[in-house]
């Protein structure tokens, strides 16, 4: 996965001709609406691991297993405000991003629920990425004492970085895309002290503690959630499969029929938590909030619940 909708059709037809009967893909929202499109066409089941848009699972055939966009920003909101964090709430967000933008834009709609006021919303895109001085100053400006940062770990780890040059150190607060900032080359763990994410994996939790070393010792890196949620994405469909009770002479379609009616009717208890879906393919399970603390720079991910 490119993050590139062509070449993901392309994939999606190669695996077709290669008889294909079920798909765990795609990893990212772009390439995922493209490809969600053909395998409804073609009544093909796809479980997508962290395809997180809403029109990621579009059609009755698909389903995944991160949370969708909406209830990550939604329940950022709502931890925010439950827990007093902060009541002036400051967001930096990458607009060509259906990921961030998503997540921002169901935030938002909840913040005043929760008595939070969004004092200052700064974009980016993917082409302007590096130098965030622009958002930071607005974001300082407005007396935000959180920023909401619905972005993947790279761009946050440079807007930490110029955040502590600025002698600006409010809150950071991400979502699941933020799991990874830790392995970043060259960053200064230290700057990542307090921050908090919202995300249903964590390489420290004890119940996933055999996951994580057999994912260390294949690979020689620790896994992020994208690699939680495609090991959980697996055990999934082997659940439904084998509740299905589907034999693998059967057509893609007919396997499709009864592997979305399986999907509704089991539950996981993965390295992302205990899950079990709706029809219209989206997970239930308990968000849970992380904060990552550093000592002798060594960081670590502990429950902020």
Not at 199 to 225: C, H, K, N, W
């Amino acid at each position: 996965d490119e993050n590139d909708p062509e070449k993901a059709i392309n994939a999606y037809n190669t695996l077709k001709d290669w008889n294909m009967q079920m798909l765990l893909g795609t990893v990212t929202s772009k390439p995922c609406i493209a490809v969600v499109a053909e395998t409804a066409a073609d009544n093909l089941f796809q479980l997508t691991p962290s395809g997180s848009a809403v029109e990621s699972i579009s059609g009755g055939n698909a389903f995944r297993v991160c949370y969708s966009d909406p209830d990550q920003g939604r329940a950022s909101a709502q931890y925010i405000g439950e827990h007093k964090l902060a009541t002036k709430i400051a967001i930096i967000y990458d607009s060509s991003s259906e990921y961030s933008d998503g997540i921002r834009e169901s935030f938002v709609a909840e913040a005043p629920n929760q008595g939070l006021e969004v004092v200052a919303s700064e974009a980016f895109t993917s082409d302007n990425n590096t130098d965030f001085s622009v958002q930071l100053d607005k974001a300082k400006e407005s007396g935000a004492d959180l920023v909401f940062l619905p972005i993947y770990y790279q761009e946050a780890s440079v807007i930490l970085k110029q955040a502590n040059d600025k002698d600006f150190h409010p809150q950071f607060f991400g979502c699941d895309g933020m799991d990874g900032i830790l392995s970043v080359d060259g960053f200064d763990k230290s700057l990542a002290e307090g921050l908090m994410l919202l995300t249903p994996f964590s390489v420290d939790e004890e119940s996933s503690q055999d996951f994580v070393t057999a994912y260390r010792d294949a690979y020689g890196i620790d896994p992020l959630q994208f690699a939680a949620d495609a090991y959980d994405g697996v055990y999934a469909i082997k659940a439904a499969a084998e509740k299905a009770e589907i034999t693998p002479d059967m057509s893609a379609s007919d396997i499709c029929d009864k592997v979305k009616v399986a999907m509704t009717e089991i539950t996981l208890d993965g390295v992302t938590g205990s899950t079990t879906w709706t029809a219209d393919g989206e997970p239930t399970k308990a968000p849970q909030v992380m904060k990552i603390t550093v000592t002798d720079g060594v960081g670590s991910y502990v429950s902020a619940q």
